[in-house]
């Protein structure tokens, strides 16, 4: 009863025409014209999941090829493009899109509001990051295609110079990487400049800055920090196209140009962007941790001002990246410095989390269980992350599996983590029905195990001397059992991810009703219907504090009252 | 239970436009992108193995400069008469900021035309080619892009689809328009006077 | 001193993971022998140890870390689970304490300044270690997949296989590496040695390593450097002044010439061979591949993708994508017997 729009008389096409055929049509066509922030984020959604399908496959692709040394599985030509592609894919075609399809889908919601600030610019962004992920991956079939050798871009993610340019790659598989993140780099753009315009625009009355959702807070950041960090590897990309097409000299060691100018900027970018995939990651533990310990979140000015924090210091400690690159000691110390200083917000929000649950009553759902999980493995990477920031230790280090282990344990067990989560928590706003709680389990317990079989192990084989990007290794160096362990923990998470999808269509169809509001909670999209329907709200919400609904669940005793 | 929230709130509720916002927002962007370029030619002046260098070609184009900064006059001029609906006068200070960003676009492309057929610098002549045609070239695209608004917007101005209700969005376009100016600052003091 | 002091505090706290480690360390130990696991665990020369010393301190806070934080965490969700028989009551609501706000975010910063301080120590002794004299010299040159090491006092050329005099604490003999790339960027990394440095083309790098004991210590290249970038290893051979001197004697020989081989020189001079190798005291000068000058005192070829037996030099000049797909060197189209003929001759270069 609740989607149903009301019949005005004339507006109807009722000729009677064959069914399934027009109803297929008319619902694709709904789809690829939308201009509703929920079903463009419900598209983006979809998007990243394919491609975590396939970066995943990527990534199984390369541990079946380092299970022991002197492997055949792939050629190191083969393997070189799958690993640029799996990092290349899981950032710009998994990470950037999920969080922000999360964004666009709960950021209205959450504030009130009837979309976003920009409809038609957010349904033109998301085709153009969509476009990007294609043009990328058509490098597997195009690029071998006319003009000569070439497929997908095999130089890393990072594509460092001078091996990007046309003397020593040869070929289009480069020119895919950078045109095709330069198109969904304007993608984007257009959702920040979206996602920033709607969050100070059109908040529903009463609600302040302070009162906004920490969800909303953190994506109002990271949006503004991405108008800042996507822009600078846009600029190096069309510099490098320049230098591939026109002839142009930016990293052309031989007449003088600099790789280390590809470096930093690479890593102007490289840097903050990091911080783009985990703060959106913060504010769903943000909004989770709370309603599942039954308790406020604890210190919210002081996350907000963490989170602020945070994308500040971020700009300035790109260089930690780069320890091993020839700087000056002081240089060096300097970024060390830096570094180590974005350690102490971040910390202040997992002890604002731990404060949280402390005192609280926790209930062990699905969304609970990978948000637990993610707190324990978000305080080991941040602890890793101390360790490559202490710049001699990073001189052995940096470029090691240690390094590998570090960033999969903040993107996987991290940002990942919450992705799982914040599925599990809003598919019943979405769709109207419960994800199954029993398949969440497996999922959960699965993919926990195979993970740290992965990457607990992956810290080891770096200690012990083994640097990336390395199609194959020697057999006499003592890493073959380990390698093959991590091999091995990473066919685990492939099972826990296909129960997960599973889990996603068949609870879509056999999913207990969720209801409005299944799991009590106090932020503004609970208090509409499951799905919501395409106004969003039947009238503009009024509120009085940060969380409206506990206000209205406890008339006698609001936050109110408390807030400041 | 899916009651909506309606508490009573006495306070007035103001917030800011949003098209400000948006384009405040790409702006910054913008900004950042153009920062990295200007980085980029600030760390390869002196560092060109050979050619022309900057001093050997380079004008510095006053008159360019003198008509592109009027341009924000002029708009500024424009944005004053919509507010009080003279769209005449409008369309007037309108027409003449086109008229002065097309005598900056033509003068850069006479400037190019002599550097490259006279002088013999391109972009792949040397790391000084390469920044001076990548940076002017992004700017000068930026200006294209905004004489393609301004000329639709004149347009749309001439056939009557643009009144006195639409000051606001004439505003937003101006800052875009001032952008534009405020970055040919930069690059004209980078170019011109730091690196020759 | 303070500085002993605080070396001596900084040994104190690391001491139960001393044992950690030196068990990794243990099983990862190298003996004199040339298969030896490169651990940064194991080091076996100053910087490496320095590095060592401070990584073992840094653990210790991290760790301290953890097992606070994790516990209090591991805590909180046993004590404060909702149990079965609850009364759906909503716990007391805590909205935040500024108290609490500032103690964890000041003893944070107290421990940031600790960790910055030591860590700032170690850099500039390490980076800034003034060179002794008797320190020797020596010019790597990163290639797309091998590296070129020259000693430009001695007048040798060699490649991928370094050969350096072990130093000791007395009399200090480290060796000074110039570090160069011919192509991309590329890092030359013995983690038992010294933390890796970069060869960045059109910047040059300098690194040090002060090698303590005699042997074989293995690392590779440690920045993407293309297609083959896994197979551009790295052998450095620690020796003692006598082996060391015994080396760099039979290093600066011009190349063998042996008249029974007389037919593979000429193959290699005539057959295209001369544009990329040199090799001392014959026509070919080429500088795009490695100096032969001495292959045979290798033990391996192609930077370390196969061992130096007659077998693998006959694979590698008929089809090096055989060894190492992707190899910048072309297959030569010889036929059998000129293969023959010339692996006799390399074979004889000593």
Sequence with gaps: ?564 | MSAIPVSPVAEAWHLPSRGRVGMLSLITGETAIFTIFVVAYVFYIGKSLSGPTPQQVLDIPIFNTICLLSSSVTIWLAERQIERGKMRAFAAWWALTIALGVVFIVGTGLEWHKLIYVDGLTIRTNLFGTTFYSLVGLHATHVVVGLIGLSLILLFTLTGHVREEHAERIQVFALYWHFVDAVWVVVFTVVYIVGR | MIREQSARAIRLVSMPLLCVASAIARQAAWADGPQSSPSIFAPASTPASSILGLSLFVLAITGGIFVTVGGLLAWAIIRYRAREDDDGSEPVQIYGSTQVELAWTVIPILIVVVLFLTTARIIFAVQDAPKPRAALDVTVVGHQYWWEFRYPKLGIVTANELHVPVSNAHDPKPTYLHLLSADVDHSFWVPQLAGKTDLIPNHPNETWIDPLHTGLYVGQCAQFCGVEHAKMLLRVYVETPEQFAVWVREQQQPGMQEASVAAGRHIFETEACTNCHRIAGTAAAGTFGPDLTHLMSRATIASGAAPNTPENLRSWIEDPDHLKPGALMPAMQLNDEQVNQLVAYLSTLH
């Design chain 1, 1 to 564: 009863m609740a989607d149903q729009t009301l019949p005005i008389a004339g507006t109807l096409d009722v000729t009677p025409r064959e069914r399934s055929q027009a109803m297929l049509l008319e619902w694709l066509h709904g789809w690829v014209v939308t201009v509703d922030h929920k079903r463009l984020g419900i598209l983006y959604v979809v998007y990243a999941i394919f491609f975590l399908l396939v970066a995943g496959a990527e990534a199984l692709a390369i541990r079946i090829q380092l299970a022991w040394p002197g492997n055949h599985f792939l050629s190191p030509q083969v393997y070189n493009r799958l690993f640029t592609m799996h990092g290349t894919t899981m950032v710009f075609l998994v990470g950037m899109p999920i969080l922000f399809g999360f964004a666009n889908y709960l950021v209205p919601l959450m504030i009130g509001a009837r979309d976003m600030a920009f409809p038609r610019l957010n349904a033109f962004s998301f085709w153009l990051t969509a476009f990007g992920g294609l043009l990328l991956y058509y490098s597997f079939i195009g690029g071998f295609g006319l003009y000569g050798m070439g497929s997908a871009p095999d130089v890393g993610w990072f594509a460092y110079a001078p091996l990007t340019a046309k003397a020593f790659s040869p070929g289009h598989a480069t020119d895919y990487w950078a045109l095709a993140l330069i198109v969904s780099g304007f993608g984007t753009l257009g959702t920040a400049i979206n996602i920033i315009a709607t969050t100070l625009s059109m908040r529903c009355r009463g609600m302040t800055l302070l009162r906004m959702p920490l969800f909303v807070w953190l994506m109002l950041v990271v949006s503004a920090l991405t108008l800042v960090t996507i822009t600078p590897l846009t600029a190096a990309q069309i510099m490098l196209v320049i230098d591939r097409y026109l002839g142009g000299h930016f990293f052309d060691t031989q007449a003088g140009g600099s790789a280390m100018v590809w470096i930093h900027f690479f890593w102007i970018f490289g840097h903050p962007e990091v911080y783009v995939l985990v703060m959106p990651a913060f504010g769903i533990a943000s909004e989770i941790i709370p309603v599942f310990s039954r308790k406020a979140i604890f210190g919210y000015p002081a996350m907000v001002a963490a989170s602020v924090g945070i994308a500040f210091v971020s700009l300035g400690v790109w260089a930690h990246h780069m320890f091993t690159v020839g700087m000056t000691s002081v240089g060096n110390t300097f970024f060390v410095l830096s570094t180590m200083l974005v350690g102490i917000p971040t910390g202040i929000k997992l002890f604002n989390w731990l404060a949280t649950i402390w005192g609280g009553k926790i209930r062990f759902a699905a969304p609970m269980l990978f948000s637990i999980g993610f707190l324990f493995q978000f305080l080991i990477a941040g602890l890793t992350g101390i360790m490559l920031s202490v710049a001699p230790w990073d001189w052995q280090l940096h470029n090691s599996y240690f390094v590998v282990a570090h960033f999969h344990y903040v993107l996987v067990g991290g940002i990942v983590f919450m992705i799982f989560a914040g599925i599990y928590y809003w598919y019943p706003k979405v769709t109207g029905r419960l994800l199954s709680e029993t398949l969440g389990k497996w999922h959960f317990w699965l993919f926990l195990i195979g993970f740290h079989i992965t990457f607990d192990t992956m810290h080891f084989v770096g200690f012990l001397g083994m640097p990336r990007s390395i199609y194959t290794y020697e057999p006499d160096r003592g890493w073959n059992h380990l390698n093959f362990v991590i091999s091995v923990g990473g066919m685990i998470q492939g099972i826990a991810v296909l129960i997960f999808a599973g889990n996603l269509v068949d609870s879509y169809f056999r999913g207990k009703k969720a209801g409005s509001d299944p799991w009590d909670a106090w932020t503004l999209e609970w208090s509409t219907q499951s799905p919501p329907p395409s106004y969003n709200f039947a009238a503009d919400p009024v509120v009085r504090s940060r969380r409206p609904l506990w206000d209205l669940k406890h008339p006698d005793d609001p936050d109110w009252k408390y807030e400041a």
